[in-house]
């Protein structure tokens, strides 16, 4: 899309997205849509040797820390050549999360600040986890015969791995570990430069690692494997004999064996990179040959997208307008709940009561959908605490959920998530208390609406014998009335309300009244 043609039609929700990567720094300029998706407007990409510092020398160099915030200038020069600066919606910066290993991280952010008006957000775990999911679920419709099967996603990331089990397109399971291309490259070369029997070195110094991914997995039937990656993304059209979008074992090996003969001149020239994807190609291919020849998966699936592109898009889809992550992300809760032996009636229970209210009340909150995803967790884990001591679970829950791990959710959501079951009874929040304290005032409103709610919500169920079968709510000018569907005395959930909805009455100057069902 030409700017001309851009200014013609309206750029006022122009927004761009950023991703400072292990090798690289990409830019993709956008507009948003309502349901989700988005318009591409223009897509860069420039190398940046950050990996190699941090794995070689344990910081990131003064030289490529400049060489970034060129590029980032650069990049918001490109902006201004689309739209004026005051027509940018937003421009989001984000980081692969091998720079919290870096010992000079806060001058690398602040030189970013100083230098490009720019703030870095660190991508963790459970944002990538998020991501690959996102990957896995585009393959799975590709490939329908994929959800009837058990597959095993690998993801060779540059400092880490991520594995993720589906049977019957469901995620049983994933887990993560300290293996990756740039990790593994760079460690082989810090010892002894590159070995004449290079793969055999790669193989050596992940022989451990690999042991353990072998042992979580070795008990599953794998037929497919899912290979997502920078560098055997990029590999794929150099694959041979592909055959309903997958390949075999054979086909991975033959090109692992003629990249190993290859010095760094012939893989740039032969795979079009530049010489810092170069030194990531062979371990790359390595890493993921030893993994699908362990299990002997029946097919190899690579998606045919680019890694990058298909990244910068996937981080600005909200992860509450996929269905089917909302799904996954409620089942792992419910295993963390199971696991505290939380009493799941009554937690299921309270789910439902929240979400009726959100829903209900959405007029009132102004809440987003995500908001809504973050409630339901909430109500599923506040009381996982009860495990380690009734007496102020409420405390205990905060500190269970601070300290697991809930599937494909970024750790700010997690605290987030960790605040609102902290106030589930008690106390409610106030600027002196641990983690609260350090939120925005957005935030703060945010954990104390959504309490307000699971409060609400769990005093309709005190009796955690799922009385309450649903709720409708009647606004007046002072009162919040709800009415209870088939409850005939209300007595038991109403003396609960009066140590409960003093959040909600706070927060939004209504008064609660449980209205009970007369035809009952």
Do not use: W
Request: charged share 25%; hydrophobic share 35%.
């Amino acid at each position: 899309m030409s700017s001309e043609t851009l200014a013609h039609q309206g750029s006022s929700n122009v927004s761009a997205t950023i991703h400072i990567g292990a090798s690289s720094i990409s830019l993709l300029i956008f507009i948003p849509h309502e349901d989700g998706s988005s318009e591409q407007i223009d897509f860069l990409e420039q190398s940046a040797p950050i990996a190699h510092d941090v794995f070689s020398r344990g910081k990131i160099t003064r030289t490529t820390i400049e060489r970034c915030v060129n590029i980032l200038t650069g990049y918001k020069q490109t902006l201004t050549e689309f739209v004026p600066v005051s027509a940018i919606n937003k421009i989001r910066v984000v980081a692969t999360n091998i720079l919290s290993e870096s010992s000079n991280i806060e001058v690398f952010l602040n030189r970013i600040h100083i230098g490009c008006d720019l703030d870095v957000e660190i991508l963790d775990d459970g944002e990538m986890t998020r991501l690959i999911y996102l990957k896995t679920r585009r393959r799975l419709s590709d490939t329908p015969s994929m959800k009837s099967r058990t597959t095993l996603v690998l993801h060779v990331g540059p400092g880490n791995t991520r594995a993720i089990l589906l049977k019957n397109g469901k995620i049983t399971s994933y887990s993560s570990y300290r293996l990756g291309v740039h990790r593994t490259g760079e460690r082989i070369s810090s010892t002894s430069g590159r070995p004449s029997n290079y793969r055999k070195s790669v193989r050596s110094q992940i022989q451990g690692v690999l042991d353990s991914l072998i042992d979580e997995y070795r008990d599953e039937d794998i037929e497919h494997i899912v290979l997502i990656g920078y560098e055997i993304q990029l590999l794929r059209p150099h694959i041979k004999h592909f055959k309903d979008k997958s390949c075999s074992i054979n086909a991975l090996k033959e090109l692992c064996d003629e990249a190993s003969e290859m010095n760094d001149d012939e893989i740039v020239r032969s795979f079009q990179v530049d010489y810092q994807t170069a030194e990531a190609i062979l371990p790359a291919l390595e890493i993921n040959l030893a993994v699908s020849e362990a299990f002997e998966p029946k097919r190899l699936h690579i998606p045919e997208s680019d890694y990058e592109e298909g990244l910068l898009h996937d981080l600005n889809i909200i992860p509450s307008l996929s269905g089917d992550f909302s799904d996954e992300v409620l089942r792992s809760t419910e295993k963390v709940a199971e696991k505290y032996q939380v009493h799941m009636g009554h937690a299921r229970q309270v789910a439902r009561i929240s979400l009726s209210l959100f829903e209900q009340l959405g007029d009132l909150h102004k809440l987003s959908r995500h908001d809504a995803l973050l409630l339901q967790i909430a109500a599923i884990l506040h009381e996982v605490g009860g495990f380690i001591n009734n007496r102020a679970h409420h405390k205990h829950s905060q500190y269970i959920i601070l300290n697991s791990e809930i599937f494909g959710l970024p750790k700010a959501d997690v605290e987030i998530i960790a605040l609102i079951t902290r106030y589930h009874r008690n106390s409610v929040p106030k600027p002196t208390h641990s983690l609260y304290k350090d939120l925005d005032t957005h935030n703060r409103m945010r954990v104390s609406k959504l309490a307000s709610f699971l409060r609400m919500a769990d005093a309709l169920d005190r009796s955690h014998s799922n009385k309450v079968k649903s709720i409708e709510i009647r606004t007046s000018r002072r009162r919040i009335h709800i009415y209870l569907q088939q409850v005939a005395d209300a007595h038991t959930e109403r003396l609960a309300m009066r140590s409960k909805g003093d959040l909600f009455e706070n927060i939004f100057g209504l008064q609660i009244n449980l209205v009970e069902d007369k035809l009952s």
